[in-house]
C-alpha cells in the first residue's frame, strides 16, 4: 500500500485528491495547518465511514519545526514515504500593493514550504530508489498576468524547480509531476472575488481578474478532476513531467505561446471591455 504525504487538505484540492486516493489503495496522511479545522472532521468521518487509510496530520509548511516533525511521525508509523503531494497555497496582489511582509508569507507558503518538505522526503526515496513527488502549481506558473504577481511568481519558482528536481532525481527512479489546474471551484477562486479597491490605480486588473474567474466560475472544473489527474500522474506507465487540468488550463497555456512577449505586455493597456473580449476569443479561445 503506497504511503502519500498530503499538504493542505482542509478543503479544496488538497481535501479532494486525499478522499480520492484513499479510496483507490493508498494510506493517506492528510495534512493541514489547523487539524481542528471542518475539512478535518469530513475527512475523518469518510474514513470512518468507507474504512479509509486515511489519518489526518498536523503541518504548518510555513514552520520548519513543524515540518520535520511531521515527516518524521509518518515515517515512524508507516515506516516511509513513497509518495508527497504539496498543495498548500496562498495568493496576492499587485506589485506596488502587496508589502514585503505579504510577499514572503505567499512564497514561504508556496515555495519554500514546498522544497523543506521535498528535502525532508528525498533521502528515504533516494535510498529506495524509488518514490513520487507532486507539486501542484497552476496554470499561472506558465503565464504572468496583472494582479497576482505574488501567487504567479511563486508558482513560477515552483515549476523551475520542479524541472530542476525532475533531472536530479531522475538517476534514483523518483517521478516528478507538475499538476497545472486552471479554474477549480475551491474556496481559493472565491477569495479572488472579493471586492476590489475602487481606488488603486491598478483596479481595472482586478475587474478584469474578476470578470475572467466569473466567467470561468460559470461552469468551473472540479477539484475531483484534479484529484484524478494526481492519481494519473502517479501511476501512469507514460508519465510526463507537466498535467494541465481542465479545458481552460489547456487554452491559456497554449494561447500564451501564440502571443509575442511584447503582445502581451500591451494586454496592460487601457481597453474595453469589448476589446478584451475580442483578444481572449484571439489567443485563447474562451468567452469572457
Known sequence: MPIALITGTSTGIGHATALHLARHGYHVFASMRDPAAKGAATLTDAATAERLH??????????????????????????????????????????????????????????????????????????????????????????????QHAYEASKFALEAASEILAQEVRRFHIRVAIIEPGVILTPMFAKSMRDPNLKSPYVDFELRLRRIFGKRLEAPSQPELVATTIRHALETDQPKLRYPVGEDAHHWITGRQRVTDEDWVDFGKEMTDTELAGLYRKYFAMEI
Open 54 to 147: 486515511l489519518e489526518i496530520l498536523q503541518l504548518d509548511v510555513n514552520d520548519p519545526p513543524s515540518a520535520e516533525r511531521a515527516v518524521r511521525d509518518v515515517q515512524q508509523k508507516a515506516d516511509r514515504i513513497d509518495v508527497l503531494i504539496n498543495n498548500a497555497g496562498i495568493g496576492g496582489g499587485a506589485i506596488e500593493e502587496t508589502p514585503e511582509e505579504i510577499l514572503k508569507t505567499v512564497f514561504e507558503t508556496n515555495f519554500f514550504g514546498a522544497m523543506r518538505l521535498i528535502r525532508a522526503v528525498l533521502p528515504g526515496m533516494r535510498q529506495r530508489q524509488s518514490g513520487a513527488i507532486v507539486n501542484v502549481t497552476s496554470v499561472a506558473g506558465r503565464l504572468a498576468t496583472s494582479p
